[in-house]
């Protein structure tokens, strides 16, 4: 007999052998494939447990839409918080210069010492800083790029200063990153960083036969011995929490992620973010010595990510960041912002980048197409010359931004995955010569596809263990510590 | 609430009154220890009057009100707020040393839940004028006063009247409404009480399920669950903090795993979620063939429900749950709930060293309790 429930909007696709169910809002469940047969065919009796679960998790309603609608819509508006919080990551490129030559440096940077062409004057810095508070966010990062941030530390330091000042009005919860190599940093600037609290992210590839594989200094020589003493040096000041290190995979240490992963660990790092090598800046032109295929690279993923799970079971608190930004989308109802993925997509609405000469671009990639091709399609202003509201009311962002709803995506549109992924029109434009893309044979997609899959037959397997493990990089603590509602007895 | 008995002389009316030195305790002697004091808002008189046991001296030629205990069974003490009554005899209306009081605005409910265990009766008086009497009397170092009922927001005026009572002679005591949260479906309500209570009330709130056909079924109205879902997103709305509850039954116990998945994917704001073991009296005892289930057969379930809670990182406590029913990794998570006067042990707890630790039963709990009660020694 044909039963009355009504179907809520829902995207599936199989996985692990099963059916995955995902709606808008990124409530998920997954049913066995005759389950799934009965779902459709209105044949799941109203007593049963898979009803009741269907319906908890708003996949089927039988009465009181109004309510089920009014819910869903809540939960949607939690989930897009990002869009009511506006643009909070601020990029502030300090210097184009660098003291390394790393082979597959994204910002193309470069070594001549024409301080004056490559670096940002204080009179460009203070107008971005004014720019930044503008923003109606309640949260403002500025971030310190390059080049290497710290050959240019008394911009930097002008930048950190002025916004202070600024923020004696405006209020705002204000953090500063600098994105070092840290072969610059000496006794005064960890001083400066320390007093300011200001967090630091740098780069570590691995071991030092793979880190200094690509990351050398302009003389040819490997920077790892540098960059770990120094990074020790600033972990005994800093406390290790507020340093964390980024690696790119790179063709050599794509088969030995899993020394990387013990590298890390050995230097007191809390934390890795697998990232895969982009095709852009240097990394594009030598793409055939050091690129792979996003098969490699989702292999080489799923196989570290089984090791750090391998870790933190026995005991060892290690998050892998990546893994940690889709579990927090999957599993929580929170909206988690993150420039490079999300919908509508974070450039210019969630991040922002301002160049030495103070143009500011929508994202990165966006500013190294400009150096690279001299294509300035992403750049939305100056900010010598533009106000707050030319630049991020202006047509061009709304135009980029309205392209990049992966809700109306060719491919994205009925892809299960949707409610967590995002799209990064910059790069579409870069490969397509248009802001929507391919999907899903683009290599973004066809990444990101893959890990949904590795965390998904995860989720799966229903073992609490991992269970406990996931949420524990979710909450960004140990379980152990999570204790503060379990009295002892 | 604890009764006491005795004999009323000089007075042949209701008084409420504190009891303002001393104990009054069966054998108790200095005369001094059996002084209350009650307070008539109205007249904005107090007078004295004298609480004596059998073995006070006499009092002649007093003309204050006197109360003449019998029997054993009553320990007054300083602080404790009473009514005595001609021909009913006393009721402790608040009690000091209790860490749950709590006062009434109606015995009326819009619910009529299978498990309620004060089940809803209509008012002879506006209860919410006799308890910000009691409020007014109560030392200001309280530190939770509940207010409860039937369901209190169907007495709004009395509602609003019983917080405005409380933030005026109790300002630093936060209160713990108990309700269903229906009608503050209405915005307009829950940001009235928002704004009277000043941050200073939180809600308990029960939602037996995950779904409204199975909530609807336990409170006895269709459309419950919907009205409460709603009432409850006002309250995050407004900044009231809220305590979520559920009693574990026969026709929930089940879903108890997905109830709390359920409660974080949809409200993860609440502050705390309460998992509460049935207590057999009112309509729960009326239904036990319907409701009762044996903690040790949903063990599994509520350690599940309770892990899934924690490792989110949500506050979660059990109450009302006899230590040796419950597996050993949640015993952290085990609140001693029962209130003073109705917790009790059974024979099987002869010796037990957890007793301190443990809830113990509810005074009704002698026809009904688990199977696997034994004492830890
Ligand atoms: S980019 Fe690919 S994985 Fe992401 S939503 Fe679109 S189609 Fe799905
Ligand atoms: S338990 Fe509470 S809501 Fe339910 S009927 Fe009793 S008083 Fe009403
Ligand atoms: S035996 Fe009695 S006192 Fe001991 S844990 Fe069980 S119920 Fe509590």
Redesign the pocket.
Known sequence: MSQSYRFLPFRFERVADRVLLVNDVGDFHFLPESSFDALIGRKISPESSEYLDLKSKNMIWDSHLSNVIDLLATKYRTKKQFLYDFTSLHMFVLTRRCNQRCAYCHASSVCVEDKDVLDMDVATARKCVELVFMSPAKSIKIEFQGGEPLLNFNVLKSVVEYSLELNEKYKKNLEFVVCTNLIALDEDKLEYIKSNKIYISTSLDGPEYIHDEFRKNRSGEGSYKNVTANLALAQSSLGHDNISALMTVTDLSIDHLDEVIDEYIARGLGSIFLRMLNPLGYASAEWNRLGYSVDDFVDAYAKALDKIIQINRSGVYFPEMFTTLLLSRILTPFSTGFVDLQSPAGVGIGGVIYDTNGDVYVSDEARMLAHSKGDKSFCVGNAHSHSWREIFGSERLREIISSSCIEALPGCAWCVFQSYCGADPVRNYAVYGDMVGKRPENDFCRKHKAIFRVIFEYLAKDDEDIEDIFWSWIIGKPLAENSANATQM | MRTFTGVAVNFSYSLIGKIISGAVSPHATEPDSHIFIFNDPQSRSQRTGLLLNSSSPVFENCDSPVFKLLGENYVVEKGDVILLTPNEGGTVLYEKKSRSNAVLVTNRCNSHCITCPQPPQPDQEDLADFSSKIISLIDPDLEVLGITGGEPTLNWEGLLKVVSASRKFLPNTSIQLLTNARLLKDFVKAKELAELAEGNLFACVPLYGDVDSLHDEIVGVRGAFWETVEGLYNLARVGICVELRTVIMQSNYSRLEKWAEFVYRTFPFVDHVALMGLEPIGLAAENIDKVWIDPADYAKQLEKSVKSLHRRGMNVSIYNH????LPKSLWPFARKSISEWKNI??Q???G????S?????FHSAQAH??QS????S
């Open positions: 006899q230590i040796c029913t042990y059974f099987e707890c002869e037990c060293k957890m007793q630790a443990c809830g113990g039963f309790r688990s009660i034994s004492a830890f």
